[in-house]
């Protein structure tokens, strides 16, 4: 009876804990406002290279970074800002392949009216935020914020968003007077409009980098998904969505 | 080292604020439910005592949708209250709304056994003596409710301290405003580093509940004795 | 105090029909457990309410279900003393005392606090918490409660058979003596045919949920003389003790009694003597162990069940001695013929011991 449990406890843990790779799974962790391109992307890829399966995972990019260093499976890692990537780096979670995918701008989204520039923020009750403390475009309004020196003033004012979609969210539904979000994600937007585009001088210029993991780096197939994204067809699509490719 | 940031200590002091008036504000509506379900006679009894039990039973997310639905501001109560120029969406008094709202079902619940344990020969000997139904509710129903009403509170406190899903759905993430204790250790969880602050922001939060729940505890026990 | 009910009830497999009508200040209701006394005086305190029928007291109709009248408990002004005393736990002596005074309208309060404090004794006791008080002085209170209300109708539901026997009858002057002093005629709920012929005069049998027999509370205590198993109990109020031969000697109406030695601590008090216990001699016996022996004479004779009860008259008492119809045959009892009574000292059981009031004060 004992020998009968042991066994079967054996096999349950045995197959609790293998987590078999199959050939052609390649797992993405993507900044949250790449979604639609990646989403196209992959689709494209996966017709010309059948067999390969992807496992997307989109969020804020340093809830991902924390994913990663915790033991999610990552084949490839896009970040909307520099810090991410580099906290990664550090880490020595991906390899040395890091490139920069493309880029973006930051505006203020919200009912038509609300808003016209940074000044008028100070009159709205609420605005929606990526929160600072894991999303890029959070990171680059408090940057801005700052340095137009309103930060104090909207400190109350401010909702923190897990992702950038959820700060387009608020700003779709009303419930917030408008949302910082980037351009891209404000053309997707069906109620809110883009009030105005926050002036680059205030913030560095949002930058995607994106590498192979160190699992990454031994999957063939995310390799060579790695060098697609790289290459001439990725370029028409991110211009399509509105980003920039300089 | 245990370190709390500036955002930390509005949390705390947020989190006392929102479940000390949740639980304050469910307290009659409590009260008047429980005397309903324990004492009064009529149709459709088991349907009340359904829908006080459902948000025991619901996602709490569920619930905040639901919330959302009703007070937002294109919501059926929402847009009304929007014209009377009241918004609820996004401030403190949504998280109350959500922590009552999450919270009553416990405190109909521990009122209901205060409430059941009182003998009945106590309410006859009352209505023969000349009491009418409410005095009755006032001079011997309310006083012999007391432990009840204590473990209640107590117990209630306690989940609003821990009120999540429905929380942010409806009052959002606003440090300093609504970021409530549970908000902003889910906050500090999806960022790398901060381990130290989320972890003694955790401890703090089990402190308290802890407190709590002895306190609920010795309650339980006073009302248990009586019988 | 005039009382009509004519009331019905079901519940499940048990239904009460009940059609009374009396009159008296002291009323009891006889019946063993699960007959129906409850139900029935639950219905005219208004706590529950009959199926059908009618309830009307002194004239003033609280029940009819055709005329679709049913008052509510608080505006009957029928207060209960209840088996188990219902004192809230929560309010001292003194506010348990005043809870129904105060919510009296004000035409009706006369009844003065202090004296109902005085007569049931309870001037020590008024700032106490109730939880700690003796169930003698809880029941106390209990009635105290009931009758500062000014009820115009007191139901009393077994109100002493949660306590001992020495409180029991200790209590009784206290429930006769408060109602007589303030006026306010009372309904006794009881098994117990001692307690009922104590405390009232006339008395309703109640059996599965109907109302069997009215008459006066000795004559009930008579026709259940036969299916008792301790017969008709005698109640003698026995006094003067002294210690003779190693055996107490009572006087009682006139007449010498002799009890056993362990009685030597009570120099006076009321105490049983069962009909079984009595044996009778249609000569004067040559020598018997008993103690008793006394000389009656049979005023009249009573069947009660199967046995037949001997009223005898002994000096200034009477008793009443239980034989079989064969016994009254073979010694030629009859009305008028003088007989031999004997009962053992050991056949006594004391009921109370008299401290200054005797059971039949006030």
Not at chain 3, 125 to 134: G, Q, V, Y
Not at chain 3, 225 to 232: D, I, T
Request: net charge positive.
């Amino acid at each position: 009876m004992n020998t009968m449990i042991t066994k079967a406890a054996t096999v349950l843990c045995l197959l609790l804990l293998a987590t078999p790779v199959f050939a052609g799974e390649v797992n993405l962790s993507v900044a949250a406002s790449l979604k639609e391109v990646l989403n196209e992307l992959s689709d494209s890829f996966a017709k010309t290279h059948p067999g390969v399966k992807f496992f997307k995972n989109y969020g804020a990019s340093g809830a991902l970074a924390k994913q990663i260093e915790n033991g999610a499976p990552s084949d490839v890692f896009i970040s909307a800002n520099l810090e991410w990537m580099d906290y990664l780096k550090n880490k020595k979670l991906v390899d040395s392949s890091i490139v920069t995918f493309t880029f973006n701008t930051l505006v203020f989204a919200g009912a038509p009216g609300k808003a016209s520039s940074m000044q008028d923020l100070l009159k709205l009750e609420r605005i929606a935020i990526g929160s600072p403390k894991s999303v890029p475009a959070g990171e680059y309004v408090t940057e801005a914020l700052k340095k137009a020196g309103m930060d104090k003033q909207l400190e109350k004012k401010l909702v923190m968003a897990k992702d950038v979609r959820e700060c387009l969210m608020y700003a779709e539904r009303g419930e917030v007077d408008g949302a910082f979000v980037y351009k891209t994600d404000a053309l997707l937007a069906k109620q809110a409009k883009i009030l105005f585009s926050v002036p680059q001088a205030l913030y560095s210029k949002v930058t995607y980098p994106m590498a192979l993991t160190v699992a990454g780096a031994k999957n063939k197939d995310a390799a060579a998904f790695f060098a697609y994204l790289q290459g001439e067809e990725a370029k028409p699509v991110l211009l399509k969505y509105g980003f920039a490719t300089r | 080292m245990f370190s709390l940031a500036p955002t930390d200590y509005d949390a705390i002091r947020l989190s006392l604020q929102v479940s000390i008036t949740a639980t304050l504000l469910s307290l009659p509506f409590g009260f008047a439910v429980a005397y309903l379900i324990t004492f009064a006679k009529f149709r459709g009894k088991m349907l009340l005592e359904v829908l006080v039990n459902l948000p025991l039973t619901l996602p709490p997310v569920v619930i905040g949708y639901f919330l959302l639905l009703l007070l937002g501001k294109h919501g059926w109560l929402g847009s009304l209250l929007n014209e009377a120029g009241i918004r609820l969406i996004f401030t403190l008094k949504a998280a109350v709304i959500a922590s009552a709202v999450v919270g009553f079902p416990l405190l109909v619940r521990s009122l209901r056994i205060g409430m059941e344990g009182i003998d009945p020969l106590l309410i006859n000997a009352s209505r023969t003596l000349g009491a009418r139904w409410h005095d009755t509710l006032l001079t011997v129903i309310l006083p012999l409710s007391g432990p009840g009403l204590l473990a209640g509170s107590s117990l209630m406190f306690a989940r609003s301290l821990g009120e999540f899903g429905a929380t942010i759905i409806v009052a959002g993430n606003i440090p300093g405003v609504t970021q409530t204790i549970p908000l902003a250790i889910y906050e500090y969880s999806s960022s790398p580093a901060n381990e130290m602050m989320a972890l003694s922001l955790c401890l703090v939060s089990v402190a308290i509940s802890m407190i709590v729940l002895f306190l609920h505890e010795m309650m339980s026990k006073k009302m248990a004795r009586r019988d | 105090m005039q009382l009509s009910m004519t009331v019905k009830k079901s519940f499940g497999t048990f239904n009460l029909s009940a059609d009374m009508k009396v009159s008296g200040d002291r009323i009891g209701i006889f019946g063993a457990s699960g007959s129906g006394k409850s139900t029935l005086v639950n219905m005219l305190a208004g706590l529950l309410q009959p199926d059908s029928g009618e309830i009307v007291l002194g004239g003033d109709t609280l029940f009819s279900s055709t005329r679709g009248i049913n008052l509510r408990p608080e505006q009957r002004r029928i207060s209960m003393v209840f088996q188990q005393h219902g004192l809230f736990p929560h309010l001292s002596v003194k506010n348990n005392l005043l809870y129904g005074f105060k919510r009296c309208p004000a035409e009706h309060r006369t009844i003065d606090f202090d004296t109902l404090v005085a007569v049931l004794k309870l001037g020590t006791l008024l700032e106490r918490s109730i939880t700690n008080l003796s169930g003698g002085e809880k029941q106390r209170v209990a009635l105290g409660r009931a009758i500062m209300a000014n009820p115009r109708l007191l139901l009393m539901d077994e109100p002493l058979s949660a306590l001992d026997d020495t409180l029991r009858f200790q209590i009784i002057p206290y429930l006769k003596s408060v109602s007589e002093r303030f006026g306010i005629p009372y309904l006794f709920i009881s098994h117990s045919l001692v307690e009922m012929r104590l405390m009232t005069d006339s008395a309703l049998l109640i059996e599965s949920g109907q109302i069997v027999e009215q008459t006066t509370s000795e004559q009930l205590a008579r026709i259940r003389m036969g299916q008792s198993p301790v017969g008709y109990i005698n109640l003698l109020e026995l006094s003067d003790m002294t210690e003779r031969d190693g055996m107490c000697a009572y006087r009682w109406k006139g007449i010498e009694v002799l009890l056993s030695a362990q009685n030597r601590e009570t120099t006076s008090g009321l105490f049983e003597l069962s009909s079984k216990d009595i044996i009778l001699f249609k000569k004067h016996p040559e020598a018997i162990s008993a103690r008793n022996l006394l000389e009656c004479r049979v005023s009249s004779l009573f069947e009660s069940g199967r046995k037949l009860g001997v009223e005898l008259e002994c000096g200034e008492g009477s008793l009443v001695a239980e034989i079989v119809p064969e016994a009254a045959l073979e010694l030629g009892i009859k009305a008028g013929v003088t007989i031999h009574a004997a009962f053992k000292a050991s056949a006594f059981r004391r009921l109370s011991k008299s401290d200054g009031d005797t059971i039949n004060n006030g």
